[in-house]
């Protein structure tokens, strides 16, 4: 069973820029399609961004587009995110989700139908 784990969160001040990580710890992330989510305190989950497992495709939800970037890295098994001008309304707990896109014929998609999650990486955005 794949097994994602989350990492790169932390503390910074607007403007600051963070790298998130999501690896597998036992299968390769290869056949899955891989989607970030934040939930921020008394919000709903919200999708940030996806990418299929070939990285040629990628989507952004709009309040991050231009200052967001996911990639993979398919031999190193990991997906990041890079996150540049960072505001406070960034702040949250950041999943990574992944659906494996072959069989469930999903690239990009609501969070339920998602199958597999890591427990999440704490971002900060704060003065």
């Known amino acids: 069973q794949l097994q994602l784990v989350e990492s790169g969160g932390g503390l910074v001040q607007p403007g600051g820029s963070l790298r998130l990580s999501c690896a597998s710890s036992?299968?390769?992330?290869?056949?899955?399609?891989i989607g970030w989510f934040r939930q921020a305190p008394g919000k709903e989950r919200e999708r940030v961004s996806c990418i299929s497992r070939s990285g040629l495709s990628t989507n952004y939800t709009d309040s991050v587009k231009g200052r967001f970037a996911i990639s993979r890295d398919n031999a190193g098994n990991t997906v990041h995110l890079r996150m540049n001008n960072l505001k406070p309304e960034d702040t949250g707990v950041y999943y990574c989700?992944?659906?494996?896109?072959?069989?469930?014929?999903?690239?990009?998609?609501?969070?339920?139908?998602?199958?597999?999650w890591g427990r999440g990486t704490q971002v900060t955005v704060s003065s």
């Open positions: 036992t299968l390769t992330v290869n056949p899955y399609a």
């Open positions: 989700a992944a659906v494996e896109q072959s069989v469930r014929r999903l690239w990009c998609a609501a969070w339920n139908d998602y199958d597999y």
